[in-house]
Nanobody
Framework: VQLQASGGGLVQAGGSLRLSCVASGRTFSNYGMGWFRQTPGKEREFVAATIWSGTSTYYADSVKGRFTISRDNAKNTVALQMSSLKPEDTAVYYC????????????????????WGQGTQVTVSS
């Protein structure tokens, strides 16, 4: 499956951004979907995930209550709505697809995702 992420940009602290990821090439609803982020010199960090149906979602403690992940299987898309952004949210954000996370299973581990988008930069200024 090929993934194309978009929607990043520069925003002031307290603002909002919506990231989108479009999938192609395979049956999208077979995959669990996740968002991760990475800053220079650090490991890729789990942000949010959803199972194949979108009926279960998971969040890192650092974004819980501020970010919302959603998916539309008819449009092969997954989105990350980010609100109340903080400077520490600055990172490159990646969407990912994993067969092993379709029903949850270790959704927080990058190793469970076999397909990755190219990343989109989010910068939050103070």
């Amino acid at each position: 499956v090929q993934l194309q992420a978009s929607g990043g940009g520069l925003v002031q602290a307290g603002g909002s951004l919506r990231l989108s990821c479009v999938a192609s090439g395979r049956t999208f609803s077979n995959y669990g979907m996740g968002w991760f982020r990475q800053t220079p010199g650090k490991e890729r960090e789990f942000v949010a995930a959803t199972i194949w149906s979108g009926t279960s979602t998971y969040y890192a403690d650092s974004v819980k209550g501020r970010f919302t992940i959603s998916r539309d299987n008819a449009k092969n898309t997954v989105a990350l709505q980010m609100s109340s952004l903080k400077p520490e949210d600055t990172a490159v954000y990646y969407c990912a697809a994993g067969l092993g996370t379709a029903y949850g299973g270790d959704y927080y581990s990058p190793r469970k995702y076999g397909y990755w988008g190219q990343g989109t930069q989010v910068t939050v200024s103070s």
